[in-house]
C-alpha cells in the first residue's frame, strides 16, 4: 500500500497587513545595528526548532555568519513589502509556495542562475526562475485502520462528496496547509468546480478541527475515519507510537488531492551580498541538507541523490502522483478566503 487568479501580491499584502503592524514597527531595526558586515540576513518562516541545525551546519562550512529573523512565512512577506529597498533581508525562506509567488510577481527576488533549479522536477521551481523549492511536503488521505476497509478508499479527493464519507470526514478550513490545498484546486480546476466540492462536503457533515495535528488526533479518538493533511503528520504520531491506529495514502496518479506544496529560498534583489546568499541557496539544495529535511522531518527532498526514507513514497512515485500546476499561480490567498467566507467556513 502506498503512503505516502492569479491575483495581485498587493492582495495578500492588504489582506495581512493588520496582523503585521508590530511586526513591522520591530522587523525594519533588525539586522541593521549589531549585525557582523559580511553577514547573511535571512528572513525565515520556516520554524526556528526545524532549520537551525542547518543554517549553523551552514556557517561552519562556509565561515559565513547567517543573522535569521524568524516569524510566520505570510507575515515576513507583509515585512518585505513594508520595507522595500530599505529591506536589510538578503534571502526569504518561505514555508510555501504561496507566499514566495506573491512576492516573485511583486518583483522582490533576484533571478537565480539556471544551474542551480534547471535540473529540479518542474514540481520543485518556480517557472519565473526567482525561487526555488528546498522540500516538498504532500498532501495525502489519511485515515483509521479501525474503522475503515480498504476497498472505502477513495480514488480522487473528490470521491470524498459521496455519502458512504458522511459524517466521517474531517477538516480545517482555517488552517493554513488546507487554504493553499483549495487555492491549487481553483488553479486547477476553477473557481465553480471548487466551490461545488466545498459545499457538498459541507453538506455531507464534514467536521471541522483547528489544523493538522487535531486532524490526525480526531482519527486516533475515533471521532472521525478520514482526513487530508500534509504527509508529516500522521509520520510523527508513528514516530512516538508505531500501533497509532492511522494510515495514510495517496490519490489516483495527477489528482489535485495529491498536491505537492513546497517550502521555498530566494535571494532578495535588493541584496548586496548576492554570491554569498547563493551560496546558501546551493547549500540547501547540497545532498547534506536534503538528507535533513527528509530523515530528520520526514519532508521529501527535491533532489534524488539521498538515501530515500522508507516512511515515504519513493521519489519517481511522488513524481508520478503529484499534479502538474504553476506553483507561482499559488498566490491568490484573497480568493480562497473569499470563497471560504461565501460558504460560511471561515
Known amino acids: 500500500m502506498q503512503l505516502p487568479y492569479r491575483g495581485r501580491a498587493a492582495v495578500i499584502i492588504t489582506l495581512l497587513i493588520s496582523t503585521t503592524v508590530m511586526l513591522g514597527a520591530a522587523g525594519v531595526a533588525f539586522g541593521m545595528g549589531g549585525a557582523e558586515r559580511d553577514a547573511l540576513t ?33 507575515e515576513l512577506a507583509v515585512l518585505l513589502q513594508e520595507e522595500g529597498d530599505r529591506t536589510p533581508a538578503d534571502l526569504y525562506w518561505a514555508q510555501d509556495a504561496g507566499a514566495l509567488g506573491a512576492l516573485a510577481l511583486a518583483g522582490r527576488f533576484a533571478e537565480l542562475p539556471e544551474g542551480i533549479y534547471t535540473e529540479l522536477p518542474s514540481i ?20 483509521s ?22 459524517g ?23 473557481d465553480d468546480t471548487t466551490r461545488e466540492w466545498l459545499r457538498q462536503l459541507d453538506q455531507n457533515g464534514a467536521l471541522r478541527y483547528r489544523n493538522n495535528t487535531a486532524l490526525v488526533e480526531a482519527i486516533g479518538a475515533g471521532e472521525i ?21 492511522a ?42 541538507a ?33 499534479p502538474d500546476l504553476d506553483l507561482d499561480a499559488m498566490e491568490d490567498l484573497d480568493g480562497t478566503l473569499a470563497l471560504l467566507r461565501e460558504l460560511g467556513l471561515l
Request: charged share 25%; hydrophobic share 40%.
Open 124 to 143: 520543485f521551481r518556480s517557472r519565473t526562475g526567482s525561487w526555488v523549492a528546498t522540500s516538498g511536503r504532500a498532501r495525502v488521505l489519511t485515515y
Open 145 to 166: 485502520t479501525e474503522r475503515v476497509d480498504e476497498d472505502e478508499l477513495p480514488d480522487s479527493v473528490f470521491d470524498l462528496t459521496d455519502e458512504r464519507y458522511a
Open 225 to 245: 475515519d478520514f482526513t487530508i493533511t500534509n504527509n508529516y503528520y500522521l509520520l510523527r504520531f508513528l514516530a512516538d507510537d508505531p500501533d497509532y491506529p
Open 290 to 322: 536534503q538528507q535533513f529535511f527528509t530523515s530528520e522531518i520526514y519532508e521529501y527532498p527535491v533532489t534524488d541523490g539521498v538515501v530515500e526514507n522508507p516512511q515515504l513514497e519513493s521519489f519517481e512515485a511522488l513524481l508520478e502522483a503529484s
Open 168 to 190: 466521517r470526514f474531517g477538516w480545517a478550513p482555517t488552517n493554513g496547509s488546507f487554504q493553499a490545498f483549495v487555492t491549487a484546486m481553483r488553479i486547477a480546476h476553477g
Open 247 to 288: 494510515a495514510q495514502v495517496v490519490f489516483d496518479d495527477g489528482d489535485i488531492g495529491n498536491l505537492v506544496n513546497v517550502a521555498g529560498v530566494a535571494v532578495l534583489a535588493t541584496s548586496n551580498q548576492q554570491e554569498q546568499a547563493l551560496e546558501f541557496v546551493r547549500f540547501l539544495l547540497s545532498d547534506s
Open 42 to 74: 535571512l528572513y525565515s518562516g520556516r520554524g526556528e526548532s526545524l532549520v537551525d541545525p542547518l543554517i549553523e551546519r551552514f556557517e561552519d562550512e562556509t565561515g559565513i555568519s547567517v543573522n535569521v529573523r524568524y516569524g510566520g512565512t505570510a
